[in-house]
């Protein structure tokens, strides 16, 4: 077995067989440098005039964009290059993270009442998290995410100390991507400020 074919066979126990080249490769490298380059900013000098809600969401913006163009949607493809499908997730995950980054001090959001397009934005960001993940470690931890998404509606429905008042759907959405105890809660803050410095330096 050559160095090709062991490089491919770690890709594919990795969840990904996309193999890029060219143009696709360049463009992959560009947004990786860019993203590796902005955390070790933020580890050596700290955060360049923005807040620490805007540098975790601009850590899982870029790293949804990387996911997106690195694998694909499912394995054994072969794929040479980057599908339009994954372009426009790519570029819509961007779309997303900019638009909570700037509507974060929105009055809407400070209320706790989101606009329908802001409830859109949001449940939008969760479908992409989910679509991410799968791709990345399976199905197994997108179904644990989901049975807890159960539990919040499903709460009024359980015994003892299961039970919970039954949140509204608006109010779901709004509590796990615009407050900092759901998606940009204590694991994204791990992730962005140790995990990816961390695997960054563990080569050198």
Do not use: C
């Not at 000098?45 to 997106?68: C, D, E, Y």
């Not at 799968?134 to 499903?154: D, E, K, N, S």
């Amino acid at each position: 077995m050559d160095d090709k074919q062991q490089q491919q066979m770690i890709s594919e126990l990795e969840g990904s067989d996309r193999v890029l080249s060219g143009f696709w490769a360049l463009s992959l490298l560009v947004v990786a440098v860019f993203m590796s380059a902005f955390h070790l900013y933020v580890a050596g000098f700290g955060l360049p005039g923005i807040g620490s809600k805007t540098f975790l969401i601009f850590h899982l913006t870029l790293a949804l964009v990387l996911i997106f163009m690195a694998f694909p949607i499912k394995r054994k493809l072969g794929q040479k290059k980057i599908p339009i499908y994954d372009i426009a997730l790519s570029a819509f995950s961007l779309y997303v993270g900019l638009f909570i980054i700037q509507r974060q001090d929105a009055s809407s959001i400070m209320s706790g009442d989101p606009t329908g397009y802001e409830v859109f934005i949001g449940l939008t960001l969760i479908l992409l998290v989910l679509e991410a993940t799968r791709r990345v470690v399976g199905y197994p931890l997108v179904i644990i995410a989901l049975i807890f998404v159960a539990y919040f509606f499903l709460g009024e429905y359980m015994p003892g100390q299961f039970y919970h008042s039954r949140g509204d759907f608006e109010r779901f959405i709004y509590e796990i991507t615009y407050r900092n105890n759901g998606i940009f809660g204590t694991p994204i803050y791990a992730s962005a400020q140790f995990v990816f410095i961390f695997i960054y330096s563990v080569p050198y």
